[in-house]
């Protein structure tokens, strides 16, 4: 933990034009968190990676089936980026999110029934392909979601769901609703069509549509230059005339900084903005792909672009503003560590209990019987 | 609007009839929403949507942007908010440029979450040839959307069935791709008078154009009329022909299908869309399996060549079937 | 013809970011036409507009069918994109760009045989829907295109030629030529996804394609600012990192200098450029539309629109360069005319003529035989 | 790649049959190119492209961004330009985000320009389910394309026909939709000896697995297997039945269809693609069509249930058609 890893790739805004929404006091919107949050910030940061590592080590026992996408190193992203929301806000994850959907209004309490988001039990479900999964496991891992609770659906196909977030934004202002949506996107998935009609949109109507680039510099076998023209992504939102803010998305508190200021613009009324978040993609696109990609990533860029722990970063804030003494930082030691390589013992108790219940739940849960493959085709009654 | 000032003595054309489909939906179902390609400061290419947004506001009546997969993107999203989407695809060919959100995200979404999320969203927009317009404004792709599982495909060949179906569909929890006949919009020869009180027709029941006893001819959309002109010829030779006007296709009226072919053992399915995997070659399997039993001679389909819909009459009219392929096919297959 | 409609609505980049392919210098592109190119562009500028104006008439007269989508007041754009080009540049026209048919590589002989460009006689009989058009009339006005000369086939849909665009000149340069391609786009066009696909992928491997946006304020009966979130349709370009131009588009000599500038920087290598052309749509969207449109803009907006003709601000230069004395210019005045209230004295007699033989090369070309409907689908030899 | 260490001792897999194809229509062919998304770099998602990239140059082993829509018009492009094009899809799943640039650039640009231009394009990728792939990984949408004129479209089964189904179609002057069936990759139990000189299997032509008499099976890619197997099963209740794997669908062998049906005078067609419109019930009124005089039973489709491929296994066998299900129907039928 060297005080130098702090140091942002880069900062500020990636559209060519200045941005209206940054803030323009000194003051940032992470300033105005309290001890509590965040310390709850940093444990939801252990929550997200022991998540992760954890089906790392199912799936390497062969306990679980489909792909799975690791958001290890990408944790920052998550929980920054879904702290500052309203549990009425919407979310619409992919493939790389799979902690969003407990994330999301967790601050309302772990244990609250009555929160805006999933239970882990739910999503633990849904990876071990139970009836218990919100999709009653009829679609693969991160292809859940829930009307209730404000999660949109994603489909495979990337970036997809970002005019469906338009759509359900647009409801929600029709009947007086006041909620932004957050759409999550890695870099790649921003060359499709359906992002640039979407957004076009939305920018169009000035509806809260706010689209997180996770940019981990890969999409699957891809570096972002044969990707994207520009050197950040975030400059895409210069075409629209909107808000295009880069945080590092290593550093829980300026994701969380840059999205309040697109969430404040979107709740007040001024219409989407892309926030890109600098990441590195800790494994293989896929845990598939984790062989192939040593070969195609070097040593040295793997190495310096997991180099900034989000866990370690938000340790070094938090003692750095006096909420947490170096002994107490150093009492449970996931980050910096593959995933393989971390034990129960590098997590606090109660993450570790919380996921573990998680799968108790799933567990619990009875797979999905046969007939139901013929099911819900239509909804039949009227 | 013409169709209201006198219903009583005034006939209703089809594409009024579509009209006050949408205008009586939009009035009795605050929740509804149209969006479309200029379809509100204009009122939609042929007017279907015409007097809308200056009765319901820009806000429930939106001028989209050229963008066929937000439109269908926005309805689904629009739909999970719990609103009720009537999306016009300014030409049904332009659908292809929707076509992800459409077959990936609206057709499933009810069976990706088991039943949790209904997308009440009508995809509707001018379709078939005939009319000389060429490969991009004369496509009936019906057979891409059957094929999708997850979407009711609806084709009203009359305006009394165009404001029925359309009523159907936008009161449907599911989402139907629905086929207007664009040539059809302002023909007088079927406009009709409507009920004047609220009706719907329910999707999955066929009509009986006409009873016969030996040969079933079954049809949909423009093809009904071909239809039914081939029965007049074939009555002049001696030959009681029954049209079926099948109206929707998924839901499909099976049962219509098998008690008039039971009754006449012979089929002939006429179609505009390309002949290998469209909807007639589906209807002769169905055949097949509901009624081989009761066959006197194959089923047997007219279609359209397997080619794209070209432009000179000449040759579209090569490419289609016409009046005197059916009388002529079904000549052979009534003496079969 | 006031001077004071030389004033451009605007000028300059409209992307956020300066664009480098700003010339550097005070010596404009146009500044090195001689006098005979100056006066050639006013002659094509006759011809597009006699060609659209003869097509009015004769479809009012039921002699032609499809749908006609007219270019009259937009003809500076044509003839202004394309005299810079070589013949074996490619362009993909679309559904108002008729005139680009014939008018591209017209600078090397309106009667030479060997031009890049289509004859005007094959236009003419696409338009007549005859066996003499490029197609055999199997797809309808606009769709046509030649392969030996260069010019993509569109379909309707709209900006779907942008990757072809993209991909014909990739062709060109693995076979080691420098061609560029002028692709043409209505505003509304921009908001399909595929303009952002293929311009993205254009931008990302320096491709030469020239997108030409023109800006008539209007798509069918939606205004511009429900269809662009920006002021400036060529602030798309920003979000590429490409130069977004803007050219006055009722001045021939302007499209001229934007999109040299643009050719030299796709020619060097440099990549894409959008080059937005302002202008106003004379009539309504297709001449179906002319009624209505009557009542969704209003007669000032319509009238300002159209104020400055096309052919009336060429004059203006060429009598300010000394190419044409005040009374030659006085001597057709097509300008500022409804295209049923010109006669064929508004116009000099070789550009009447020259659509009149292709007319004829039209009329005398027999209709396609029924049974080519059948032919084509596929390529039956090896 | 272990296929070309020891030819004479080796058997080939399907993947590395595609992989030598495509490998060796590049060495021969200076003109051609291969556009998709990481199949430069990495060698694609599962291999096909492996090595090309260093041996061919980044020039004509393009890393596409993730735009399908792209893909495809470029390939048109490069087409149009001269080139040769093999476009991968990552899954063929996502041919849904290029569909309009395939069904109206692609498909009919021979058509519209009279002949003028032809599209020298092979749209390749992963497909088929009972892999456990869900709704988005398991797709066969093959009758979408083969409802639009103008487009091939082929399914091999075995390492030799994809191998030389692929070289067939990267010469083939038009469109090619190649359906590369993900499951049989890597299936050591398929692997054959393939000849070293150069060869191509004709568009067009079926093959006939296994002879039989009582019954014609009818299918293509994986479920030619499960109608092999379930041959078997029969074979040992005494019935001879004969599978014809169709491997192109565009064009179709009418010829082996008929011959076969003549003999056995009965026929099932087995198809993992969701049942209405699909190319079985193509199949069916084709038969129809062709043999209905030679029928002693309806001829019938065993086909996916309409629903898409759900994920759990219980779920995914119980929507697509299985061995057993084959084993009944052909006992029925044959019994009929
Ligand atoms: C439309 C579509 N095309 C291709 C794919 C296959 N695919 C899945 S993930 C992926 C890479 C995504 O990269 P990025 O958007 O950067 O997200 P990351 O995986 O890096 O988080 C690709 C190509 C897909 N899912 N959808
Ligand atoms: C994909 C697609 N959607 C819709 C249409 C119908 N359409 C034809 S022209 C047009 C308006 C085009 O406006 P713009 O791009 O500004 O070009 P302009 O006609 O003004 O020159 C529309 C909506 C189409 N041709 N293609
Ligand atoms: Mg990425
Ligand atoms: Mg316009």
Chains 1, 3 share one sequence.
């Not at chain 1, 990533?297 to 793997?302: H, L, Q, Y």
Request: charged share 25%.
């Amino acid at each position: 933990m060297e005080t130098k890893t702090l140091t942002p790739p880069k900062s500020g805004s990636g559209s060519g034009r200045k941005s209206k929404a940054e803030p323009q006091s000194t003051t940032k919107p992470s300033d105005l968190l309290t001890p509590e949050d965040c310390l709850e910030m940093l444990k939801q940061l252990y929550l997200a990676r022991y998540f992760d590592v954890r089906l790392i080590k199912e799936k390497r026992r062969g306990r679980l089936t489909g792909t799975l996408y690791s958001s290890h190193n990408q944790e920052a992203i998550l929980v920054g980026s879904l702290y500052g929301l309203n549990g009425t806000d919407w979310i619409s994850p992919i493939h790389r999110d799979m902690p969003a959907f407990f994330i999301k209004d967790l601050r309302a309490g772990w244990d609250n029934p009555d929160r805006l988001g999933m239970s882990i039990g739910e999503v633990c479900a849904q990876v071990w392909c139970r009836s218990g999964s919100p999709g009653r496991a009829r679609d693969n891992w991160s292809h859940i979601g829930s009307k209730s609770k404000r999660i949109v659906h994603s489909t495979s196909m990337l970036a997809g769901t970002i005019p469906v977030a338009a759509g359900v934004v647009l409801a929600d202002r029709l009947n007086g609703g006041d909620a932004v949506v957050l759409t999550y996107n890695g870099e790649g998935s921003t060359a499709q069509g359906v992002f640039h009609e979407a957004i076009n949109f939305a920018a169009v109507h000035k509806l809260p549509v706010i689209t997180i680039v996770e940019n981990n510099m890969w999409a699957y076998g891809t570096p972002v230059e044969l990707e994207c023209p520009t050197e950040d992504v975030a400059t895409r939102a210069a075409g629209y005339g909107i808000p295009g803010l880069i945080a590092d998305g290593q550093d829980v508190f300026d994701v969380y900084d840059k999205v309040m200021v697109a969430v404040e613009h979107a709740r007040a009324g001024k219409g989407p903005s892309i926030v890109e978040c600098k990441t590195f993609r800790a494994y293989g696109h896929g845990d598939h792909d984790d062989d192939r990609a040593a070969r195609y990533r070097t040593k040295e860029d793997v190495e310096s672009g997991r180099s900034r722990d989000p866990i370690a970063i938000c340790k070094i804030h938090l003692v750095n503003k006096g909420y947490l003494t170096k002994a107490e930082a150093k009492k449970y030691m996931a980050e910096n560590k593959h995933a393989t390589q971390t034990s129960d013992e590098d997590f606090p108790p109660d993450v570790v209990s919380y996921m573990s219940k998680g799968i108790e739940f799933a567990l619990a849960s009875p797979p999905p019987p046969a007939e139901e493959g013929a099911m819900w085709v239509f909804r039949e009654e009227n | 609007m013409a169709a209201t000032l006198d219903p009583v003595t005034t006939k209703t054309n089809y594409l009024n009839a579509l009209k006050s489909a949408i205008d009586e939906e939009m009035g009795r179902n605050p929740d509804m929403i149209c969006l479309g390609e200029d379809i509100g400061i204009l009122g939609g290419a042929f007017g279907v949507t015409e007097g809308l947004q200056a009765k319901y506001g820009t806000h429930r009546v939106m001028d989209m942007p050229i963008s066929e997969a937000a439109i269908v993107g926005v309805s689904c999203g629009a739909a999970l908010g719990g609103k009720t989407v009537m999306a016009e695809m300014q030409f049904i060919d332009f659908i292809s440029c929707g076509f992800d959100q459409i077959v990936n995200m609206l057709a499933t979404y009810h069976y990706r979450t088991a039943g949790e999320v209904a997308m009440n969203v009508v995809i509707r927009g001018p379709a078939g040839a005939y009319g000389g317009g060429a490969l991009y404004h004369s496509q009936m792709n019906e057979a891409w959307f059957c094929q999708s599982p997850g979407l009711r495909v609806v084709v009203p060949s009359t305006p009394y069935d165009a404001k029925g179906l359309m009523k159907a569909a936008l009161r449907d929890p599911n989402p139907v791709i629905f086929y207007e006949i664009k040539q059809l919009y302002r023909l007088s020869d079927i406009a009709e008078e409507l009920p004047e009180e609220d009706y719907i027709v329910p999707l999955g029941q066929a009509a009986i154009r006409r009873a016969g006893t030996d040969l079933t001819l079954i049809s949909y959309g423009q093809n009904v009329y071909h239809c039914l002109d081939a029965a007049k010829k074939l009555e002049d030779e001696g030959m009681q022909v029954e049209v079926i006007d099948l109206r929707s296709l998924v839901p499909l009226d099976e049962a219509t299908i098998l008690e008039s072919i039971k009754k006449t053992n012979r089929a002939l399915v006429v179609n505009e869309a390309p002949r290998t995997c469209g909807f007639a070659g589906e209807l002769v399997a169905r055949i097949n399996e509901l009624a081989f039993e009761h066959l006197d001679a194959p089923p047997l389909r007219l279609t359209r060549m397997d080619t794209p819909v070209p432009w000179a009459k000449a040759l579209e009219n090569f490419v289609l079937p016409q009046v005197d392929d059916i009388v002529s096919t079904a000549r052979r297959l009534i003496r079969y």
